[in-house]
C-alpha cells in the first residue's frame, strides 16, 4: 500500500508541475507575439492549425480509424478557437482525411472570412445544422474536433446556439478532441458540465483548467520565443526532433 501511495503522489506531482498559464499571462503573450515581435494574427493561426492537423494524425491516424471514410467533424466558434478549427480542418483535409464543418455562426471578420473561403475552396463541406439525434452523428464521423470557445470566452455568457451544441456533443460516443481547451470549462478551472475530451491540443502553452487533464494533451504551436517563455515561466518541454508539437 505505501507503494501505491508514492506511485500515486508521484503522478499528482507530475500533473501539478506542468505547464500552464493564466487568462491574464495568455493575453500578455499574444500582445507581446503581435505588437513587438510582429506576428501577425493569420500566422499564428495558420501555424496553430497546422500543430493541431498533426497532433490529430499522430493521435488518430487514418490506418486505426474505425469508418471506411476518414470523416471528422469540425465544430467550429465564432472567436479565435474557431478559425483555428477552420485552419486545422484545412490542413487535415490535405492530410487524407474527410473533414466537414458545422459553423453555426459565422463570424464577419476578415480573418474567419478567409479561412471559411479556403475551406470551401478545398470542397470542404459546412453543415446547415447539427443533428440533434446523436447516434447519427456516431454512425457519420470517426472524431469530433471541439473548436468552440476558447480561453477568450466568458462561459457565464454562452447562449444559444452553443449551449445546445455542447448538450449534443456530451453525448457523443466517438473521441472527441478539443482545441486549446475543452468547450464549456473556464480558463482557470475545469468544469464537470462542459466537454470531457479524449484528446487536448493546447495552443502555444497549457491553460491553467489543464493543469490536471488526464487524456492525452499535446502543446500545438512551437514558435514562441525563449525569452517568452522565459519571462513567463511557462516551462515547456522540449520538442521533440523538428515536430511542431510536444505530448505532454
Known amino acids: 500500500n505505501g507503494q501505491a501511495g508514492d506511485v500515486r503522489g508521484a503522478e499528482l506531482g507530475r500533473l501539478s508541475s506542468r505547464p500552464s498559464c493564466s487568462k491574464e499571462e495568455l493575453d500578455a503573450i499574444e500582445r507581446e507575439l503581435l505588437d513587438e515581435y510582429r506576428f501577425g494574427l493569420q500566422q499564428l493561426v495558420e501555424m496553430w492549425g497546422h500543430a493541431c492537423a498533426v497532433a490529430v494524425a499522430k493521435a488518430f491516424p487514418l490506418s486505426s480509424l474505425n469508418r471506411r471514410q476518414p ?8 472567436e479565435r478557437n474557431g478559425v483555428v478549427g477552420l ?3 484545412r490542413h487535415l483535409r490535405l492530410f487524407g482525411y474527410e473533414p466537414t464543418i458545422f459553423y453555426p455562426k459565422r463570424s ?3 480573418l474567419h472570412r478567409d479561412f471559411t473561403v479556403q475551406c470551401e475552396k478545398m470542397d470542404i463541406p459546412f453543415l446547415s445544422y447539427l443533428p440533434t439525434e446523436v447516434q447519427l452523428i456516431n454512425d457519420a464521423y470517426n472524431l469530433v474536433i471541439d473548436a468552440i470557445l476558447g480561453p477568450e470566452t466568458d462561459i457565464k455568457t454562452v447562449k444559444e446556439p452553443y449551449t445546445g451544441i455542447l448538450a449534443t456533443l456530451k ?4 473521441p472527441t478532441a478539443s482545441v486549446d481547451m475543452p468547450s464549456g470549462w473556464d480558463v482557470e478551472e475545469p468544469r464537470e458540465d462542459g466537454l ?11 491553460k491553467k483548467c489543464a493543469a490536471n487533464f488526464s487524456g492525452r494533451h499535446f502543446v500545438a504551436g512551437r514558435f514562441l520565443p525563449y525569452d517568452i517563455q522565459k519571462k513567463y515561466d511557462l516551462n515547456l518541454p522540449p520538442f521533440p526532433s523538428t515536430d511542431c508539437l510536444v505530448q505532454l
Do not use: N
Request: glycine share 4%.
Open 71 to 78: 470523416t471528422l467533424l469540425v465544430v467550429c466558434g465564432l
Open 87 to 89: 485552419a486545422c480542418a
Open 108 to 110: 464577419a471578420c476578415a
Open 171 to 174: 453525448q457523443v460516443k466517438i
Open 196 to 206: 470531457q475530451p479524449e484528446m487536448l491540443m493546447s495552443l502555444s502553452a497549457p
